[in-house]
């Protein structure tokens, strides 16, 4: 069986957390993913609504929200919550968008003009990039969205690096949102509960060029200023 490690200080959790696109498909034990959900929990919420409503996928559920998600695809469909707007990204926005695609392709061998291989290489999004478990984000659209938006922004945070602190790995994914609907319908959840993103999680293929991937930060200078 395998052995469950030691949570690592904070300051390592924050540095080594990073999106993980490639996994095993060893299932992570019960006891565990339940101690994730456990931490996520303490996450801080406006007015301590808690407003997330989380759905984690194993086994049979995980592969029925992936073939709804691909015959979705297939069929040309797709049904966010929220609108999508990726072309409304310019400037600083726009470039740090496209210095990830081009570190993330270039890791994964695939050419600026490959069309078709990028695309194969979105569509692991819908197979969950082989994760054995995703965790689904769904909440109220309450107060316009925004704040309750924040508050599981923050809840998926702290779930993310639980998962680093025991040794798992994990990938946000605003993609799946594109599936809102089949998604909800194989889960069984009400139409009032929209879906925000999800994450993919599991333990991290060692032998994936994944690995190898690393998304730069832009300076402190270039996004905190500091009053006196
Ligand atoms: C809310 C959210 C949604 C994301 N959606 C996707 C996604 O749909 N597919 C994907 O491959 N990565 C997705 N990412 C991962 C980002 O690309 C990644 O976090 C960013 O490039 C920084 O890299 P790092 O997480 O490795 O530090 C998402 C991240 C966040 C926070």
Same mark, same amino acid.
């Given at each position: 069986?395998?052995?469950?490690?030691?949570?690592?200080?904070?300051?390592?959790?924050?540095?080594?957390? %990073?999106?993980? =696109?490639?996994?095993?498909?060893?299932? @992570?034990?019960?006891? /565990?993913?339940?101690?994730? *959900?456990?931490? !996520?929990?303490?996450?801080?919420?406006?007015?301590?609504?808690?407003?997330?409503?989380?759905?984690?996928?194993?086994?049979?559920?995980?592969?029925?929200?992936?073939?709804?998600?691909?015959?979705?695809?297939?069929?040309?469909?797709?049904?966010?919550?929220?609108?999508?707007?990726?072309?409304?990204?310019?400037?600083?926005?726009?470039?740090?968008?496209?210095?990830?695609?081009?570190?993330?392709?270039?890791?994964?061998?695939?050419? %600026?003009?490959? =069309?078709?291989?990028?695309?194969?290489? @979105?569509?692991?999004? /819908?197979?969950?990039?082989? *994760?054995?478990? !995703?965790?689904?984000?769904?909440?109220?659209?309450?107060?316009?969205?925004?704040?309750?938006?924040?508050?599981?922004?923050?809840?998926?945070?702290?779930?993310?690096?639980?998962?680093?602190?025991?040794?798992?790995?994990?990938?946000?994914?605003?993609?799946?949102?594109?599936?809102?609907?089949?998604?909800?319908?194989?889960?069984?959840?009400?139409?009032?509960?929209?879906?925000?993103?999800?994450?993919?999680?599991?333990?991290?293929?060692?032998?994936?060029?994944?690995?190898?991937?690393?998304?730069?930060?832009?300076? /402190?200078?270039?996004?905190?200023?500091?009053?006196?």
């Amino acid at each position: 069986m395998r052995k469950v490690p030691q949570v690592k200080p904070f300051h390592d959790v924050v540095r080594e957390r %990073r999106s993980v =696109r490639s996994f095993l498909a060893t299932p @992570v034990p019960d006891a /565990l993913i339940r101690s994730v *959900a456990e931490e !996520a929990r303490q996450t801080p919420s406006n007015s301590n609504i808690q407003p997330w409503h989380v759905h984690i996928v194993s086994g049979a559920t995980r592969n029925a929200v992936s073939r709804a998600m691909l015959s979705a695809e297939a069929d040309d469909t797709h049904t966010p919550d929220f609108p999508w707007g990726y072309d409304e990204l310019s400037g600083k926005y726009s470039d740090r968008q496209m210095a990830q695609a081009a570190t993330y392709y270039q890791m994964l061998g695939v050419s %600026r003009d490959a =069309r078709e291989d990028r695309r194969i290489a @979105v569509l692991r999004n /819908l197979e969950f990039f082989g *994760a054995p478990h !995703a965790c689904l984000l769904f909440m109220p659209n309450l107060y316009g969205g925004v704040r309750v938006a924040a508050d599981v922004g923050m809840y998926a945070q702290t779930f993310l690096l639980s998962l680093t602190a025991h040794g798992l790995s994990g990938v946000p994914q605003t993609m799946l949102g594109l599936y809102a609907d089949p998604i909800r319908e194989v889960l069984d959840v009400p139409s009032e509960l929209k879906l925000l993103f999800g994450i993919s999680f599991g333990y991290a293929d060692p032998d994936s060029p994944a690995h190898r991937h690393r998304v730069d930060r832009a300076p /402190l200078a270039e996004t905190v200023t500091f009053h006196r």
